[in-house]
Every structure is written in structure tokens, then in C-alpha cells.
């Protein structure tokens, strides 16, 4: 239930500088002017992803607003990013395509306050076979503050949990993965029939992974998470409080029993919801056991126990912590691996479904591998 500390700090400073003002449900024809911009913006944007052609989006942009500026330079970032991660993981991303839920937007006279959420499919091949496209998706939410100028409509503020804004000078590689070889290592096999009876149903587990992912694209449920469950998104992040519902949903999850200290009645518990509190959980209460723990290189290199890399030793309905400073910062839900061997992930805040597991964390994360016993 934790968010980057840089990235809530980027929230909050970009909320703080917005001006405040009383503003009124836009019920005029501009509404339909102010959606046609936000596809085209969130579209463009998408596309600057692949192409990495900056004239393509400053034009959306303020050029004399400092924030206007800095939401821009976001962009440049995130692209930045994505592109130095696939250059050092041997991937070439192939295409991206967003689509965009708003919520709401509140305008008055040349200022609208935009409040909607993205989907965002994007699609790579592994530069040694580029015949197998992959394709995962992203979600996210995001606050804008539009100006209408000389005719149109420009960004001035904009906040979101961007899982790409990391620092691509940071991003840690590892000469030979991923490497398809090490697929024979993997323990990707489901439960069926009498495996199914265990106390854990990996299958219903990673099913409820999928369909839950949120706004992320490929999941289910019309984008929507369970609303069984509160959503703890803007009180500290819902990843803890989704892999919680992944692993103890009785009707839909992997089934674990609730426990003393982590259930959920009308609101979670602190096992349920915090991060910390939620792996000490895991691995005292005799329904996790850690496998590895280290950073990139440490999880993905072969060893002597290990082969394919730790890793591999996952079984799809298994967790990985994401730790930063001494801190777990995030949980995702193992959910397999794509043709070419490389993890996959789904989680909550930002929604990811299907996702390279390390694509947003950088060299000085540690991950906890989690098996969670049968």
C-alpha cells in the first residue's frame, strides 16, 4: 500500500501548485471540443512512446508555463525510459495504443478540470524473433487542468501515477536475459482436478489477477476493481490491499482462509492493506516462504539452486515484493511468463496487467520472490 515516495512527492507538489476554484459541470457543446483533445492528446502521446518524436506533443503544451513545462518533460521521461529499458532487455516496442474513460470535467470560462483514467496497450517483439508480438497493458489516473488558447485547448497541470517516470540511467541489466532456454525451468503449471482441492487455487488466483487489473489494458470487468472490496488508491496505494484479494477472495480468489490480523470486514486489516505488515504476514503465518531475495541481477542470474534464475522457481498466483531504502514499497501478483521467458506481473496502483516485472523499478530495488504454499 505504498507508493514511490518520488512519485507521490511529484503528486503533491503538482496538486499544491494548481490554483483552486469553484467550477461548475460543464453541460455545453465545448465538452464535446475537450474530449476530441483529450483522445487526441492521450493518443499522440502514446504514439510519442514508440516514435520518440517530441514535435509531435510540445504543441499540446504551454511553452510559457513552468508546470506546462514540467508535465511535458514528464512525457519526454517516460519515453525516455521505456525505450532505455527495451534497448537493455533486447525489445523493440512495435506499437501503442491508448483509450481513455473521463470521469468528469469541470470548466470555467477558458479553464477545464479534467478528472479520467487511461488504458494503455503496448506491444513489443524480442529483437532475436520478431515475428511473436506481446502485447501488455497499463493503467492510469490522471488530474488535468486545461487552458483554452487562441483557439485551443493546451495542458497546465497534470498529475498521475506514472509507473514509467523512472530515471533510465538507473535501469540495471544482465548480459543473457531474458533467455528463452530457461523456460524448461519454469513451473508454470496450474492446478487441475485434485491439485485444485488445495487450500490455494493458483488458477482462480491469477483469473482474479486478470480480471481486477483495473484500468490497465487486457483486464476484465470493465476496468473496474472489486467493489467487494474499498479502494485504498489515495490513501497510500491499493497494490497490498489487491494481492490480499487475489490470494483470500473466497468466491472468486485463490481461497486462502482469512486469518487473525488479515482479513477484510467492511475495511482490511493492517495485513491486509500494508505492505510491510503484509509480507511479515506472508512469511510467519506459514502461507508464504521466500525464495530469493536481491536485486535484479541477484533473481534473474542462474545458480547452482537455481538455473533458469530464481525467477523461474515462481508458480503463477505467486507474489513479488518490491523493497526501496529498507521498505517494501509495492506487491505485484506473478500471473507467468510471455513466449520468450520473461516474468509477467499484474498489480494495482498504477494497474499493470501482464507487465515485465522489473519495467518502472531501477537498480537499487530488491525484490522478494514469494512462493505461496499450497
Same mark, same amino acid.
Given at each position: 500500500?505504498?507508493?514511490?515516495?518520488?512519485?507521490? @512527492?511529484?503528486?503533491?507538489?503538482?496538486?499544491?501548485?494548481?490554483?483552486?476554484?469553484?467550477?461548475?459541470?460543464?453541460?455545453?457543446?465545448?465538452?464535446?471540443?475537450?474530449?476530441?483533445?483529450?483522445?487526441?492528446?492521450?493518443?499522440?502521446?502514446?504514439?510519442? @512512446?514508440?516514435?520518440?518524436?517530441?514535435?509531435?506533443?510540445?504543441?499540446?503544451?504551454? /511553452?510559457?508555463?513552468?508546470?506546462?513545462?514540467?508535465?511535458?518533460?514528464?512525457?519526454?521521461?517516460?519515453?525516455?525510459?521505456?525505450?532505455?529499458?527495451?534497448?537493455?532487455?533486447?525489445?523493440?516496442? %512495435?506499437?501503442?495504443?491508448?483509450?481513455?474513460?473521463?470521469?468528469?470535467?469541470?470548466?470555467? &470560462?477558458?479553464?477545464?478540470?479534467?478528472?479520467?483514467?487511461?488504458?494503455?496497450?503496448?506491444?513489443?517483439?524480442?529483437?532475436?524473433? /520478431?515475428?511473436?508480438?506481446?502485447?501488455?497493458?497499463?493503467?492510469?489516473?490522471?488530474?488535468?487542468?486545461?487552458?483554452?488558447?487562441?483557439?485551443?485547448?493546451?495542458?497546465?497541470?497534470?498529475?498521475?501515477?506514472?509507473?514509467?517516470?523512472?530515471?533510465?540511467?538507473?535501469?540495471?541489466?544482465?548480459?543473457?536475459?531474458?533467455?528463452?532456454?530457461?523456460?524448461?525451468?519454469?513451473?508454470?503449471?496450474?492446478?487441475?482436478?485434485?491439485?485444485?482441492?488445495?487450500?490455494?487455487?493458483?488458477?482462480?488466483?491469477?483469473?482474479?489477477?486478470?480480471?481486477?487489473?483495473?484500468?490497465?489494458?487486457?483486464?476484465?470487468?470493465?476496468?473496474?476493481?472489486?467493489?467487494?472490496?474499498?479502494?485504498? !488508491?489515495?490513501?497510500?496505494?491499493?497494490?497490498? %490491499?489487491?494481492?490480499?484479494?487475489?490470494?483470500?477472495?473466497?468466491?472468486?480468489?485463490?481461497?486462502?482462509?482469512?486469518?487473525?490480523?488479515?482479513?477484510?470486514?467492511?475495511?482490511?486489516?493492517?495485513?491486509?492493506?500494508?505492505?510491510? !505488515?503484509?509480507?511479515?504476514? @506472508?512469511?510467519?503465518? &506459514?502461507?508464504?516462504?521466500?525464495?530469493?531475495?536481491?536485486?535484479?541481477?541477484?533473481?534473474?542470474?542462474?545458480?547452482?539452486?537455481?538455473?533458469?534464475?530464481?525467477?523461474?522457481? @515462481?508458480?503463477?498466483?505467486?507474489?513479488?515484493?518490491?523493497?526501496?531504502?529498507?521498505?517494501?514499497?509495492?506487491? %505485484?501478483?506473478?500471473?507467468?511468463?510471455?513466449?520468450?521467458?520473461?516474468?509477467?506481473?499484474?498489480?494495482?496502483?498504477?494497474?499493470?496487467?501482464?507487465?515485465?516485472?522489473?519495467?518502472?523499478?531501477?537498480?537499487?530495488?530488491?525484490?522478494?520472490?514469494?512462493?505461496?504454499?499450497?
Amino acid at each position: 500500500m505504498k507508493i514511490n515516495r518520488l512519485k507521490w @512527492l511529484t503528486i503533491i507538489l503538482v496538486a499544491l501548485l494548481c490554483p483552486i476554484h469553484v467550477f461548475a459541470e460543464d453541460t455545453t457543446d465545448e465538452t464535446e471540443n475537450i474530449q476530441a483533445f483529450l483522445i487526441k492528446l492521450f493518443n499522440e502521446r502514446s504514439r510519442f @512512446l514508440i516514435d520518440q518524436r517530441p514535435e509531435t506533443i510540445h504543441h499540446f503544451y504551454e /511553452k510559457t508555463d513552468r508546470l506546462s513545462q514540467y508535465a511535458y518533460e514528464q512525457e519526454l521521461l517516460r519515453s525516455n525510459y521505456i525505450n532505455s529499458w527495451a534497448e537493455k532487455r533486447g525489445v523493440a516496442f %512495435s506499437a501503442a495504443k491508448s483509450n481513455i474513460r473521463v470521469n468528469r470535467i469541470k470548466r470555467q &470560462g477558458n479553464i477545464a478540470r479534467v478528472s479520467l483514467n487511461q488504458s494503455l496497450q503496448l506491444s513489443y517483439v524480442f529483437i532475436s524473433d /520478431k515475428y511473436n508480438p506481446q502485447s501488455f497493458g497499463i493503467g492510469t489516473r490522471h488530474g488535468l487542468t486545461l487552458k483554452k488558447m487562441n483557439g485551443e485547448w493546451v495542458v497546465l497541470r497534470e498529475w498521475y501515477t506514472d509507473p514509467l517516470s523512472e530515471n533510465p540511467k538507473l535501469i540495471p541489466e544482465f548480459t543473457g536475459f531474458p533467455n528463452p532456454a530457461f523456460l524448461k525451468y519454469q513451473t508454470t503449471t496450474l492446478q487441475t482436478g485434485e491439485k485444485a482441492k488445495r487450500r490455494y487455487n493458483r488458477e482462480q488466483a491469477v483469473q482474479y489477477a486478470n480480471k481486477y487489473a483495473g484500468a490497465a489494458w487486457g483486464a476484465g470487468n470493465d476496468h473496474r476493481y472489486n467493489k467487494k472490496y474499498l479502494d485504498y !488508491t489515495y490513501q497510500g496505494g491499493d497494490c497490498t %490491499s489487491f494481492a490480499s484479494q487475489v490470494l483470500g477472495d473466497k468466491d472468486e480468489g485463490g481461497g486462502l482462509k482469512m486469518k487473525s490480523g488479515w482479513h477484510y470486514r467492511s475495511e482490511g486489516s493492517q495485513a491486509w492493506v500494508r505492505t510491510d !505488515t503484509f509480507k511479515n504476514f @506472508l512469511l510467519h503465518s &506459514g502461507y508464504g516462504s521466500l525464495v530469493a531475495k536481491g536485486y535484479f541481477t541477484d533473481v534473474v542470474k542462474p545458480t547452482e539452486k537455481y538455473p533458469g534464475g530464481a525467477l523461474a522457481a @515462481l508458480q503463477p498466483g505467486d507474489l513479488i515484493a518490491y523493497e526501496m531504502d529498507g521498505d517494501i514499497d509495492h506487491f %505485484s501478483i506473478f500471473v507467468g511468463f510471455d513466449y520468450y521467458g520473461y516474468p509477467l506481473v499484474n498489480s494495482h496502483t498504477a494497474d499493470r496487467y501482464r507487465v515485465p516485472f522489473d519495467l518502472g523499478w531501477d537498480q537499487n530495488t530488491k525484490y522478494l520472490l514469494i512462493h505461496i504454499n499450497d
